[in-house]
């Protein structure tokens, strides 16, 4: 009993560090469904309708059919669907929550971090989506072609630095 109390104590301190990262959310998924939050966060989340509208206000049709019922294998499978599409869209799976991290409340951080990295993906990968942003826009590879004399030079270099360090 100590020890859950423990770590829900954690979770909690965790949740009030990220109130800001939260907000954001909040506030991006507010203006991409146009619906506004109900209750906590993780009781306007845990269905997973939200989620789902969210999906498809970033990219239409991706969720083809959202449950609205209350019955909590439905919610489960919405959150599921909302899982699976953000992955198609590149979301990292080590940046996605699991079902049970919002549907019990066990991990809301992560939900929060979820969302954000969402943000991130969609700013790079979803051309078509001219909506509001969220998140840090991911970085382009930035590949790099040397020439031969160059590969030369450089290697002459390294020796030259190698002798130095060794007089």
């Known amino acids: 009993m100590a020890l859950e109390a423990s770590v829900k104590q954690a979770m909690a301190a965790?949740?009030?560090?990220?109130?800001?990262?939260?907000?954001?959310a909040v506030a991006w998924i507010e203006a991409v469904t146009g619906e506004g939050m109900e209750g906590t966060f993780d009781e306007w989340l845990r269905s997973g309708v939200i989620l789902c509208k969210l999906?498809?206000?970033?990219?239409?049709?991706?969720?083809?059919?959202?449950?609205?019922?209350?019955?909590?294998?439905?919610?489960?499978?919405?959150?599921?669907?909302?899982?699976?599409?953000?992955?198609?869209?590149?979301?990292?799976d080590s940046d996605c929550f699991d079902t049970n991290d919002l549907f019990k409340g066990q991990d809301i951080g992560k939900v929060v971090q979820c969302v954000h990295s969402l943000g991130s993906v969609v700013q790079k990968r979803c051309k078509d989506y001219?909506?509001?942003?969220?998140?840090?826009?991911?970085?382009?590879?930035?590949?790099?072609?040397?020439?031969?004399?160059?590969?030369?030079?450089?290697?002459?270099?390294k020796k030259a630095i190698k002798a130095e360090k060794k007089a």
């Open 14 to 24: 965790k949740l009030e560090e990220m109130k800001p990262q939260m907000e954001e």
């Open 55 to 92: 999906l498809n206000g970033i990219v239409p049709g991706t969720v083809k059919k959202i449950a609205t019922s209350s019955m909590p294998f439905k919610q489960m499978e919405n959150i599921s669907l909302f899982i699976r599409g953000i992955k198609k869209l590149g979301v990292h």
């Open 130 to 157: 001219a909506g509001p942003q969220l998140g840090v826009k991911l970085a382009d590879a930035n590949k790099r072609e040397f020439t031969e004399d160059q590969l030369k030079e450089a290697r002459a270099a």
